[in-house]
């Protein structure tokens, strides 16, 4: 395809933009594990670019997005209990190579994916789609053949075949607030996995709630790259990387903690890693 070469012109632009400051050119000393946890939210946060929408005909919706002036690429999975099942990246993919493996040939690719894959070689498979920087949106797709989680999904399940922590949910959660410097400091990826425990069908103000964030060195403030509700009935994974920083996660619940909503429970999972 002739779009490659130069979109892999265009991949090592990117690195060199978002290669890590040397010694010389680094402005300022890295924060310490206490001025991280007491830098505030910048009040701006980082505007979320839709890359793709996939709609797959068992319910699961995928989105890819791009966060700016950041650079992080995004995944959020979701999908409702009983319905669907999230798919298990596999360890060492990257975004782009995952959507290659979820959609079929005649889905085009985002531009942004590519050019975020890093230094390995393009997929061959590439050399078959179309790359496009205009929003991919796609209805009815079919279940993609990629592995998924095991077992029956319910408020005692785990997601990740790993975690730093998880809360089954109960009456009264209070919110979890988690930091990177917390598990062996900077991070390439943060990742949040959300379960509503109650069933479809109730009111949809009862939600859990995840946002995602990284450390701005030039702010000294976090950033928030990501913000998304879980319905009842409904689980989900969301993914936000590619660059090494500081990250923190931030879980908690729309009904305030409230112990008297016996019913409002949510489990939560979370992790950083490289």
């Not at 395809?1 to 890295?30: C, F, Q, Y």
């Not at 999908?79 to 959507?99: K, N, P, Q, V």
């Not at 859990?208 to 509700?229: G, I, P």
């Amino acid at each position: 395809m002739r779009v490659i070469p130069a979109l892999l012109a265009a991949s090592a632009g990117i690195l060199l933009l978002n290669a890590p400051a040397t010694a010389s050119t680094k402005a300022m000393s890295e924060p310490t594990a206490e001025e991280l946890r007491a830098a505030p939210i910048a009040e701006e946060a980082d505007a979320e670019v839709k890359l793709a929408l996939l709609r797959y005909g068992n319910g699961l919706t995928v989105e890819f997005n791009d966060s700016q002036p950041s650079g992080d690429v995004g995944l959020v999975q979701t999908a409702f209990i009983g319905r669907a099942r999230l798919f298990a990246r596999e360890s060492g993919d990257s975004f782009l190579e995952t959507y290659l493996k979820i959609t079929p040939a005649s889905v085009a690719v985002p531009q942004r994916l590519v050019e975020a894959h890093g230094t390995k070689p393009l997929p061959a498979e590439l050399q078959r789609r179309t790359v496009t920087k205009e929003l991919v949106e796609v209805d009815g797709l079919a279940t993609p053949a990629v592995p998924t989680m095991s077992g029956a999904v319910n408020c005692n399940k785990t997601y990740y075949p790993w975690y730093h922590w998880r809360d089954v949910g109960h009456p009264g959660m209070l919110p979890r607030d988690s930091y990177s410097s917390s598990y062996g400091g900077k991070y390439v990826n943060a990742d949040s996995w959300l379960i509503n425990c109650l069933s479809a069908g109730n009111p949809p103000q009862i939600a859990a709630h995840h946002r995602l964030f990284y450390f701005n060195n030039v702010l000294s403030k976090w950033a928030e790259q990501s913000d998304t509700l879980v319905y009842p009935g409904q689980e989900q994974h969301v993914e936000k990387g590619i660059i090494n920083r500081y990250r923190r996660i931030i879980q908690d619940d729309t009904w305030g903690s409230d112990p008297n909503c016996l019913s409002c429970t949510y489990t939560r999972e979370g992790r950083f890693h490289d």
